[in-house]
């Protein structure tokens, strides 16, 4: 599996991948007004969004990278970035490719001299806040967010290193 970045003709099939994925692991009613959303992230050129190919090159997963001040209402500062869409199809699930799309955004958010990551999950991602524990992430129950009255996500954050003196 490679992992790089989307390329902005492949934007469509990385909001399809999203939406797959998330109505698949029924995270996304099909009222829910954060389908839009989920095809949108990344699609005006602002962030990184990471796509993962597969040997016959098709995109089996992806993940975003949002930095302050175009991301959301829990990142707090211009050294403080937000992953956002971490998602994979079906047919690619267990193989550790979640794994290797968080890596490799954990590392793209070095590269950037993020100093703090956060994300928001919903409380039914039971599999995706497992994965966030074991690669670092503590929650902070104090930014969890509620976008819509019943539907509270739950934040996590991981402090990043500096990076090293030259």
């Known amino acids: 599996m490679l992992i790089r970045d989307a390329t ?8 399809r991948v999203r ?19 989920l095809r949108e992230l990344g699609a005006d050129g ?3 969004v990471l796509v993962a190919v597969d040997a016959g090159g098709e995109i089996a997963g992806t993940v ?4 302050w001040p175009h ?14 869409a971490l998602a994979v199809l079906p047919r690619a699930q267990g193989e550790g ?22 994300l928001l999950t919903q409380r039914d991602m039971v599999a995706a806040q497992h994965l966030y524990a074991k690669a670092g992430f ?6 969890d967010w509620s976008p819509e009255p019943g539907n509270l996500l739950l934040a996590y954050g991981l402090l ?4 090293p003196a030259e």
């Open 71 to 84: 991301a959301g209402q829990v990142v707090t500062g211009p050294d403080v970035a937000e992953i956002r």
């Open 19 to 37: 939406v797959t994925a998330y109505q698949a692991g029924q995270h996304l009613s099909p009222n829910s007004r954060y389908e839009q959303r």
């Open 8 to 15: 902005p003709t492949e934007m469509t099939e990385v909001a």
């Open 46 to 48: 602002i962030g990184d």
């Open 160 to 163: 990043l290193a500096p990076p």
């Open 64 to 67: 975003m990278l949002q930095r």
């Open 138 to 143: 503590s929650r902070l129950a104090d930014r």
């Open 97 to 118: 490719l979640g794994k290797a799309l968080l890596e490799a955004v954990i590392e793209r958010a070095r590269v950037r001299l993020v100093r703090h990551l956060v």
